[in-house]
């Protein structure tokens, strides 16, 4: 549906330790966040991102046009004064692409969000609890799972566009769908992280001192499942703006409202691929790649940041501080060889 299945990347983490940064010996303790390992991939994908956002939020301010403004006639080409040229109704596409952009943004914060809280909820709550409460939470994520969410995103999204409810026709009520369709690999994979700190000693501690379970699930198990979140979080944001523009491709977005999907269901719709009107569908395409690219970017190296094993020249590092190690042996030898006496 979305070209981005958290599951594929979230389960692989299923059953692993979550990531601690180890604790300074001696001195002074470093910030925690000192030890992470902000590599080139993230500041990349920071760029990626922080681009996109730049020209959705503020570039409308600078740009002279309105996205709703009839400023030529049909498929006019690039000019000076039309970067990108105008679509199929007379709109410049500049303005459009950036109306656009802003709202299929919005639209997936709020639906990564809230398919985040869901799936963080059931998820640390079953792998907390365990026993009968994490079989009927589990077994409510696998029915689920095994409903294909596109037929369930189609059927919902047609009844909204037939209620009499604004706000459930618009891109809030989009946004609520897509969020209460994609939390299972969320769900899952907390599940499986928050099984395994369950049985650490300070959670026993924590019990021992009386601390109540909510206290618990926020103060000593969530702040070590945070990295999982993130990620998470990350992954959704992205599948939900892919799952927006699907439906918008499909005629099924909202109305009256821009986006990338809807400006590429426009662009479909009035032939602009058979004309060669390139500028009315290249561009939000090239726009929609670089949010997935950026996201999933973001993803693989915070996927880095957290987990110590999975940084860039660790193996490096680990062969040079053995080499360090053999050649001081050596030298260690030759000199227990010198000092030796004769018999």
Same mark, same amino acid.
């Given at each position: 549906m979305s070209g981005i299945n958290p599951g594929n990347v979230l389960t692989e983490a299923e059953g692993a330790e979550p990531a601690v940064p180890p604790p300074v010996s001696g001195g002074k303790a470093k910030p925690s966040w000192r030890s992470?390992?902000?590599? &080139?991939?993230? +500041?990349i994908a920071i760029g990626i991102i922080a681009a996109i956002s730049a020209l959705a939020f503020f570039g409308s301010a600078l740009y002279p046009y309105s996205p709703d403004e009839k400023v030529?006639?049909?498929?006019?080409s690039p000019s000076a004064e039309h970067i990108l040229g105008t679509d199929n109704f007379g709109h410049d596409v500049l303005a459009v692409l950036?109306?656009?952009t802003r709202n299929s943004l919005l639209l997936g914060l709020q639906a990564g969000i809230l398919a985040t809280l869901i799936g963080v909820l059931i998820g640390i709550l079953a792998g907390y609890t365990g026993g009968w409460l994490e079989e009927l939470l589990m077994g409510f994520t696998n029915i689920v799972l095994a409903i294909p969410?596109?037929?369930?995103?189609?059927?919902?999204?047609?009844?909204?566009?037939?209620?009499?409810?604004?706000?459930?026709?618009?891109?809030?009520?989009?946004?609520?769908?897509?969020?209460?369709? &994609?939390?299972? +690999?969320?769900?899952?994979?907390?599940?499986?992280?928050?099984?395994?700190?369950?049985?650490?000693e300070h959670i026993d501690v924590a019990k021992l001192s009386g601390a109540r379970t909510p206290s618990i699930l926020l103060t000593d198990v969530l702040p070590y499942l945070a990295s999982y979140v993130v990620m998470a979080f990350v992954l959704q944001v992205a599948s939900a703006i892919l799952a927006e523009s699907t439906l918008s491709l499909l005629g099924l977005g909202p109305s009256g409202t821009q986006s990338l999907g809807i400006q590429l269901h426009w662009a479909l719709a009035f032939q602009a691929v058979a004309s060669g009107s390139w500028w009315a569908f290249l561009p939000p395409t090239i726009v929609l790649t670089l949010i997935s690219f950026g996201f999933l970017f973001l993803q693989s190296s915070l996927d880095e940041v957290f987990n110590p094993r999975l940084r860039r020249g660790k193996k490096k590092n680990l062969a040079k501080a053995a080499a360090r190690r053999a050649e001081a042996a050596k030298k260690l030898a030759e000199q227990a060889t010198t000092t030796e006496v004769p018999a």
């Open positions: 992470l390992n902000f590599g &080139a991939r993230f +500041w030529g006639g049909l498929y006019d950036m109306a656009a969410a596109i037929i369930i995103l189609i059927l919902i999204s047609i009844s909204l566009q037939s209620t009499n409810i604004e706000f459930l026709k618009g891109f809030t009520g989009l946004a609520l769908v897509i969020g209460i369709t &994609a939390w299972p +690999w969320t769900a899952r994979a907390v599940r499986a992280q928050a099984s395994s700190v369950a049985t650490r």
